[in-house]
Antibody
Framework: QVQLQESGPGLVKPSQTLSLTCTVSGGSISSGDFYWGWIRQPPGKGLEWIGNIHYTGTTYYNPSLKSRIALSVDSFNSQFSLKLTSVTAADTAVYYC???????????????WGQGALVTVSS | QSALTQPRSVSGSPGQSVTISCTGT?????????VSWYQQHPGKAPKLMISDVSKRPSGVPDRFSGSKSGYTASLTISGLQADDEADYYCCSYAGRYPVVFGGGTKLTVL
């Protein structure tokens, strides 16, 4: 079955760029029916959708984060990545990647999820 | 876009049924049948329990069921078991936003 695994630095300094990669295994990242997404969860708080990307490069972003986000996909290596610029302490969270069942910007559900990566923004 | 409204906590005894509500607006739950529910145990990733309002993915026990009426979606867990104790999040397609989560509900099995 499809499995996802996040990787990247666990500590980022304020004003710098947070970069995470998600590696997909057990299935093809180039499946037309699915997008690949990022969701974050600040410590002790709820879930916030960040954005989705299709293997063709089509992206959909959370409007509240759109100016700071960039998603990219590397189909050859079955990976997709998140870059979040100008981070502050408010961006401290566990970042999850997930497979997304969607039809364009109609987002249906997220399954499965990666185990999550805690990223702390601190000097 | 505001988060969907869920009760902060619910509880029930083993064997009982509990229902978790998730209230939105005409722009999300009321306008589309793309409501999903996720179970999250402490320190673990969320797990999809219900999709498209009431569909159970393969492997999810039939004790879990979903429904929707108007602007409110509900997750019902029957025959409560100790392992059901977790946080539960609802999620809905929200048009131009385009997806919003609820604030989460902590289920305690007494």
């Amino acid at each position: 079955q499809v499995q996802l695994q996040e990787s990247g630095p666990g500590l980022v300094k304020p004003s710098q760029t947070l970069s995470l990669t998600c590696t997909v295994s057990g299935g093809s990242i180039s499946s037309g029916d699915f997008y690949w997404g990022w969701i974050r969860q600040p410590p002790g708080k709820g879930l916030e959708w960040i954005g989705n990307i299709h293997y063709t490069g089509t992206t959909y972003y959370n409007p509240s984060l759109k100016s700071r986000i960039a998603l990219s996909v590397d189909s050859f290596n079955s990976q997709f990545s998140l870059k979040l610029t100008s981070v502050t302490a408010a961006d401290t969270a566990v970042y999850y990647c997930a497979r997304v069942r969607a039809n364009g910007d109609y987002i249906y559900w997220f399954d499965p999820w990666g185990q999550g990566a805690l990223v702390t923004v601190s000097s | 876009q505001s988060a969907l409204t869920q009760p902060r906590s619910v509880s029930g005894s083993p064997g009982q049924s509990v229902t978790i509500s998730c209230t939105g607006t005409s722009s999300d739950i009321g306008g589309y049948n793309y409501v999903s529910w996720y179970q999250q145990h402490p320190g673990k990733a969320p797990k999809l329990m219900i999709s498209d309002v009431s569909k159970r993915p393969s492997g999810v026990p039939d004790r879990f069921s979903g429904s929707k009426s108007g602007y409110t979606a509900s997750l019902t867990i029957s025959g409560l078991q100790a392992d059901d104790e977790a946080d539960y999040y609802c999620c809905s397609y929200a048009g131009r936003y385009p997806v919003v989560f609820g604030g989460g509900t902590k289920l305690t099995v007494l």
